[in-house]
Structures are given as structure tokens and as C-alpha cells.
């Protein structure tokens, strides 16, 4: 089971595609008291990962003290980060915090395009620092690439590059438009090209030793499985069943793509929303309509439910209509 904290929504970045429509720092973002309660809460409530994504965490100036506080609850401590801020400093400081490793986020090869996306000048070459800074440190971490239109050509050669800088996983999101993600939405792959594109990813694991995963593309289970390829996931969408995310302010949401506040951590307790919360319980029942509702991979694909939730305008019980796979007995349902 793991987690992610939005821990502040500042940004030195201005991506294209943020979920979270980062920039400025909220005025009611959680203090470091009611940020350590929920870190207790977390663990209360069964969590064993708990990521401290943004904006960009390292931003916040108690990120290491809250990173100090998970790992001595026994939580295991990671950071989500553009890695445009790492020096050796901060690399040592993570890793002397508690911090388990870190997942950077590169989106292209070439530094123009990735800058350009990024909305910062010379992004790439200060992530690639980081990188290295990190390596340098012995704390381990994963590259992120969000798949787009313009830059999933380069997918295979930005995994290569992940095993050359020392990246233990090439983790690669596929777009779900949400924030200023919905503003890109025509840059996201197409049904044919997005199925492709799972499967290219798959023929490469079988050539590279690092971990690479599809998210945000649960069907890579199916994909997987049909290609022989062995993955360490029993289960490709997880939100609501062991995966949520808080907010900067404290509002808990099934995931980073459906944003739906099931509730807020100043108010109630994060395990009471976690165990309680009506469309939590809705998630786990995996009581889908339409061809997800009786696919053979449903209790290990599950469809994205926030792609779902986008494209049937509000149903995130919906099929995954991204999904070109015909579950065995279709036509007697239709």
C-alpha cells in the first residue's frame, strides 16, 4: 500500500501537463504539525510507501524533518521530485533523513523539448545533475517520463539513458487530463498508439534489467502476461484500493487524475476517509459497467478509473473505452 502527499503546491516548474496546476504556494497548506499527524494516520491506516510529491517537496523547508518523522514511524520515505534542485547537499540530507530513494522526472533527450514542457530554463541539464547527485549519494532513484504525442519515439531511448545514469526503474505515465493536463488533452496517445506503446515497453523489459512500468495503463498486466514478461504488480489500477493521495491543503482523493475530495485531513482523521469513504468502498467493490465489468483481467487490470471517469463526463465506474482488449464472452453482453 502506498501513498502520496502533495507536501506544498509550489513549483520552480510550470509543467504542461500537472494534475496538481502547481506554481504558487496555498495559504492553507498543512503545517508541519498537522502533517505529522497525518504521517500517523498514514501508518494507523496500513500504508508501507509514502511519497512526498508536490509541486516540487523540496521546496518546503521541512521536508527532511517530515521525511525524519515517517521513517522512524517505520513508514518507507520517498520523494517525488523534478530534480532541477538536487545538489550534493540535498542529496545527502535526503538520504540522511531516512529517505529510501526518489523518483526524477525526465520527459525527452533533447533539452529544448524537455525544457520547453518543463517551463524552465536549462531543466534538463539541472535534472540530470540531480541525477547524478543522487547516484553520488547512494540513494537510489527512478526516472518518471510522461508519454506524449511528440516525445514516444524516444521512450526505449530514455530507458537506455535510465540504465547509463543509474536509475533503478524507467517508470513511464501515460496522460490523463486532469489540471493543465486536460488544456494538452489532443497530445495524449490515441487507443491504437497507446496500446502500442504498452506493448513496445514490455518487448523492452525483456531487454534491460532496470524495472519499467506503464502507469496510469493498467492493461500493461495483460500485455505483460501475453508477452511472458515477468512484473512484480499483481494489479495495474490501485486508486481507492491501495493507493490514494492528499492534497497541499489536506484533501484526500482516490488519485492524482480523479479529483474528487472524499475528505480533508483537518477535519477527519486520514484513516476514518480511507476506511469509510463511500467511493473508496465503491473502487474496491470493482463492480464496473460495460466490457470492464466482465473482463477476465479485471481483478488484475481494473481499467483506469480516472480515464474512465474523464471520458464517459463523470462515471469512474465506467469502462476504460481506452482499452482495445474484447474480454472472452463479450458479444453475449451486449
Known sequence: MLVSWNSTNNCNMFCDHCYRDAGATLADELTTDQAKKLIREIKKAGFKIMIFSGGEPLLRSDIYELGNYATKLGLRAVLGTNGSLITGDVALSLKQAGFMAAGVSLDSLDPDKNDKFRKLENAFARTVEGMRYLKEAELPFQIHTTVMDWNVAELE??????????????HVFFLVPTGRGANIEEEA??????????????????????????????????????????????????????????????????????????????EQAFDKIWLESPMLKELRSQQYKGKCGICDFKDKCGGCRARAYYYSNGDYMAEDEWCLYRPKGANNHE
Open 157 to 170: 531511448a530514455l530507458t537506455d539513458f535510465a540504465v547509463t545514469i543509474g536509475a533503478m526503474a524507467h
Open 189 to 266: 496517445l490515441r487507443k491504437v498508439e497507446y496500446e502500442k506503446t504498452i506493448a513496445r515497453l514490455m518487448e523492452k523489459q525483456k531487454q534491460v534489467d532496470i524495472e519499467i512500468k506503464p502507469t496510469c495503463a493498467p492493461q500493461f498486466i495483460r500485455v505483460a502476461e501475453k508477452k511472458g514478461v515477468t512484473v512484480r504488480f499483481s494489479r495495474g489500477c490501485l486508486a481507492g484500493i491501495s493507493y490514494c493521495i492528499i492534497s497541499p491543503r489536506g484533501d484526500v482523493q482516490p488519485c492524482a487524475y480523479l479529483d474528487i475530495p472524499l475528505g480533508n485531513v483537518k
